[in-house]
């Protein structure tokens, strides 16, 4: 098992390596009797999303496994090194602290239009 990266309402994400290179892996929640069927259907959804979503403003999916004795489902996720996104807004060089977050709001707005145009149309629920 890896470090522990964070977590949150769907489950907790680790670090890995696969093939040499850092990864974050992305586990579903378990609760008795395996995992919640709501749980299954979201991330059911999050593959087809992440499967079709290629930019560089979005991590990179590189798979889903399954662990048949567990039945625990993994996503295995671009593991983002670095800062904090206040910490990154700090960094980066300009003028003022407007013109850095404005940068750091082109990037995302440019990953949120790329996801918008694809059809059908993938949108983001929680940025």
């Given at each position: 098992?890896?470090?522990?990266?964070?977590?949150?309402?769907?489950?907790?994400?680790?670090?890995?390596?696969?093939?040499?290179?850092p990864v974050a892996v992305k586990t579903a929640r378990d609760y008795a009797g395996g995992i919640d069927?709501?749980?299954?259907?979201?991330?059911?959804?999050?593959?087809?999303?992440?499967?079709?979503?290629?930019?560089?403003?979005?991590?990179?999916?590189?798979?889903?496994?399954?662990?048949?004795?567990?039945?625990?489902?993994?996503?295995?996720?671009?593991?983002?090194?670095?800062?904090?996104?206040?910490?990154?807004?700090?960094?980066?060089?300009?003028?003022?602290?407007?013109?850095?977050?404005?940068?750091?709001?082109?990037?995302?707005?440019?990953?949120?239009?790329?996801?918008?145009?694809?059809?059908?149309?993938?949108?983001?629920?929680?940025?």
């Open positions: 098992a890896g470090r522990r990266l964070g977590a949150g309402s769907f489950g907790q994400v680790t670090g890995g390596s696969l093939y040499g290179s069927p709501e749980d299954v259907a979201s991330l059911a959804n999050e593959i087809r999303i992440l499967r079709r979503a290629r930019h560089p403003n979005i991590v990179t999916f590189f798979g889903a496994c399954l662990e048949p004795s567990s039945g625990q489902v993994m996503l295995v996720l671009e593991h983002i090194q670095g800062l904090q996104l206040h910490e990154y807004v700090q960094s980066l060089p300009g003028d003022s602290e407007t013109d850095r977050r404005c940068r750091v709001l082109l990037g995302i707005s440019c990953a949120l239009w790329y996801l918008h145009a694809q059809r059908p149309q993938i949108i983001h629920g929680d940025l």
